[in-house]
């Protein structure tokens, strides 16, 4: 689960292959998005909170443009399963 930069929004990874977006102030489901093939382990936004990245075990990677909630690029993984992407936006 990632809060969005400014707060206002909750992406979560599920077990059935979605990343849903919820309104973090009322709890509302916002959106849902689809596109990996096995459950998704992990979510982060990137620092201005444009784009969300989600991890697989389906081995890969998925950017998201947060404003259209389309997937820009899918990465392969080093890993078999991606349990934490914050390095990929924060370099710590």
């Known amino acids: 689960m990632a809060f969005s930069p400014d707060g206002k929004q909750v992406?979560?990874?599920?077990?059935?292959?979605?990343?849903?977006?919820?309104?973090?102030?009322?709890?509302?489901?916002?959106?849902?998005?689809?596109?990996?093939?096995?459950?998704?382990?992990?979510?982060?936004?990137?620092?201005?909170?444009?784009?969300?990245?989600s991890g697989s075990e389906d081995e890969t990677i998925k950017i998201w443009q947060v404003s259209s909630l389309a997937a820009v690029a899918p990465l392969a993984s080093e890993r078999p399963v991606v349990h934490d992407l914050h390095h990929i936006f924060y370099n710590k």
């Open 11 to 53: 992406a979560s990874g599920s077990y059935d292959r979605t990343i849903k977006l919820w309104n973090s102030q009322t709890g509302q489901l916002l959106r849902t998005l689809a596109g990996h093939d096995k459950a998704v382990w992990s979510v982060a936004f990137n620092p201005q909170g444009h784009t969300l990245a």
